[in-house]
């Protein structure tokens, strides 16, 4: 890959390739729009968009997509990257959607950036000493079973249990989103389509967009996809009473 990179005193401007975007690495806060921000302190990201409350920080690494890709979904993914790969203890960005039909796009942008930094000495930051091989596996246990996970995103609200190894029960009463959101084309992406089924094969079981008897499901996904039709990790959407995801609950550490 051949960059563009003008280095100055107090920061380095990186061109990408292809008109693609710009990355900007400096030692202090940027306030240009439209883009992502992060916060470094310590040879570690702090950070994802915002900036610290402590204000504590020692570099910025802003970064610029092209006109075509939006903000808010690429600081998303990172957030999102950030949680499952240590760095992070909670997904900074979750009241942020990044839908199901840009999802492909966002994260193939986002791992461009990781590329580019890792080959410019970034690897100690975003590479974890320890990476899970594949998807984070979970783990059911009895005492999981028993607590109520709660829901409360992009507008739907319910109640769920991992009642079985493969079965997650929906309470009655649990309020679902309405309608997906479209691809550029106005048509629906695959996740809005397997979501669309699921509610068709529980068409009875709801009103209005409400649950009128309890349902279950096959998996924390399935939940997602029928509640707001995916777009985000339902490992972190689904919180016990203490705000403490499912994921922490039952992820196994390798």
């Known amino acids: 890959m051949k960059l563009d ?3 100055n005193e107090d920061s380095t401007a990186i061109v990408l390739p292809e008109g693609q975007g710009e990355i900007l690495i400096t030692g202090q806060s940027s306030s240009k729009p439209d883009t992502v921000n992060l916060y470094l302190k310590n040879g570690k990201l702090v950070s994802v968009q915002d900036e610290p409350v ?3 920080f020692d570099g910025v690494i802003v970064i610029e997509p092209a006109w075509d890709l939006e903000t808010d979904y690429l600081a998303k993914s990172f957030s999102e990257y950030a949680l499952e790969q240590g760095m992070t203890k909670a997904d ?6 990044l839908p199901g039909s840009q999802r492909a796009t966002v994260e193939k942008f986002r791992d461009l950036i990781l590329t580019v930094l890792n080959g410019l000495g970034f690897k100690t930051v975003f590479m974890p000493k320890k990476k899970f091989k594949g998807k984070p596996r979970h783990r059911f246990t009895k ?3 028993q607590i109520p996970f ?3 995103h992009d507008g739907a609200k319910a109640t769920v249990y991992w009642q079985k190894r493969n079965e997650m029960l929906i309470k009655a009463g ?3 989103k309405p309608d997906p959101e479209l691809n550029k084309d106005g048509s629906l992406g695959f996740s809005a389509r397997f979501a669309e089924r699921l509610r068709a094969e ?3 079981s709801f009103d209005d967009f409400t649950t009128t008897k309890d349902i279950v499901l ?3 996904n399935e939940v997602g996809l029928f509640l707001y039709f995916g777009g985000t990790n339902s490992w972190l959407v689904l919180k016990d009473d203490a705000g403490k995801s499912i994921n922490e609950w039952s992820v196994v550490k390798e």
């Open 150 to 152: 709660h829901v409360d």
């Open 174 to 176: 649990a309020v679902m």
């Open 218 to 220: 096959k998996s924390v």
């Open 143 to 145: 005492e999981v079973s």
């Open 54 to 56: 402590d204000k504590r």
């Open 202 to 204: 529980h068409a009875d």
């Open 5 to 7: 990179v003008e280095i």
């Open 92 to 97: 900074q960005l979750e009241n942020i959607k």
